[in-house]
Every structure is written in structure tokens, then in C-alpha cells.
């Protein structure tokens, strides 16, 4: 019986700030799907901080969060399977063999906790849907 080497896809999510939406994604890839995704994010005006509404989003499913914001100078010399545009309208880098997805997803900063919590279930749907 031969034993199939399970392969896990290098995936980099982009956002302008890179403080909520791909926060959430590295976040929910990293520590749910940590046996299929190794991930990572970027943005191309990354802030200073991660979003407090994202920190505590990811709470509420049980994920403690430990990234900060990052540009895409900070990622550039990874190779990735994947790069996903989270709405913003941030270009994605050209990495070659990467397949590309643009994901449109709503920026939650503004929202209640309610909403906010829709938006990262939504992010992690299409984790779920897109990438494993």
C-alpha cells in the first residue's frame, strides 16, 4: 500500500492594507487548514496595525490571531500556488505558476460585529470552496 504525500499549497492573499479581509484569510487558512494551506498576506499600503474588529472576529471562532501587516516587498521571494485578491482593487503581483483569484469580497472595517463576522464567514467559504 503506497502512502500519498499530501501536498500543501502555498497561498498569499492580497489587500491594499492588508489589516482586515486578508487577515482574516492568513488567519483562517493558517489555523484551520493548516494540513493543506500554508499562507500568507500582503498589501501594497499595508497599515500599522491589523484591524481590532479582525483580532476579535477571529476570537469568536476560537482563532488567535498573530500576524501583523505586511507589503508585498515583505513576501516577494516565497513561491505561491495561489494569490487571491480579496475586492480591494489592489493589483496582484505577477507570480509565475500561480493561478489567480479575484474573491470581491466586501470591506467589513466599517461594520458591526454582526456583519463583520458575515464577511469573515464568507472568507472562509471560499477558502473552503476555492483552495481545498
Same mark, same amino acid.
Given at each position: +500500500? &503506497?502512502?500519498?504525500? +499530501? +501536498?500543501?499549497?502555498?497561498?498569499?492573499?492580497? $489587500?491594499?492594507?492588508?489589516? $482586515?479581509?486578508? =487577515?482574516? %484569510? @492568513? &488567519?483562517? &487558512?493558517? =489555523?484551520?487548514? &493548516?494540513?493543506?494551506?500554508?499562507?500568507? !498576506? %500582503?498589501?501594497?499600503?499595508?497599515?500599522?496595525?491589523?484591524?481590532?474588529?479582525?483580532? !476579535? !472576529?477571529?476570537?469568536?471562532? *476560537?482563532?488567535?490571531?498573530? *500576524?501583523?501587516?505586511?507589503?508585498?516587498?515583505?513576501?516577494?521571494?516565497? !513561491?505561491?500556488?495561489?494569490?487571491?485578491? +480579496?475586492?480591494?482593487?489592489?493589483?496582484?503581483?505577477?507570480?509565475?505558476?500561480?493561478?489567480?483569484? @479575484?474573491?470581491?469580497?466586501?470591506?467589513?472595517?466599517?461594520?458591526?460585529?454582526? @456583519?463583520?463576522?458575515?464577511?469573515?464567514?464568507?472568507?472562509?467559504?471560499?477558502?473552503?470552496?476555492?483552495?481545498?
Amino acid at each position: +500500500m &503506497s502512502v500519498k504525500k +499530501m +501536498m500543501i499549497k502555498n497561498v498569499l492573499f492580497i $489587500c491594499v492594507e492588508n489589516a $482586515c479581509r486578508s =487577515q482574516l %484569510a @492568513e &488567519s483562517i &487558512s493558517n =489555523q484551520l487548514f &493548516s494540513n493543506k494551506l500554508r499562507a500568507f !498576506s %500582503a498589501g501594497s499600503k499595508p497599515t500599522r496595525k491589523v484591524n481590532p474588529k479582525t483580532i !476579535s !472576529s477571529l476570537k469568536r471562532i *476560537g482563532i488567535n490571531h498573530f *500576524g501583523y501587516p505586511k507589503g508585498i516587498r515583505d513576501v516577494e521571494n516565497e !513561491s505561491y500556488d495561489c494569490v487571491v485578491g +480579496m475586492g480591494c482593487g489592489d493589483t496582484c503581483p505577477a507570480i509565475p505558476g500561480a493561478k489567480k483569484f @479575484e474573491w470581491d469580497i466586501p470591506d467589513p472595517k466599517l461594520l458591526n460585529n454582526e @456583519e463583520f463576522d458575515k464577511v469573515r464567514d464568507l472568507i472562509k467559504k471560499k477558502i473552503i470552496l476555492d483552495l481545498i
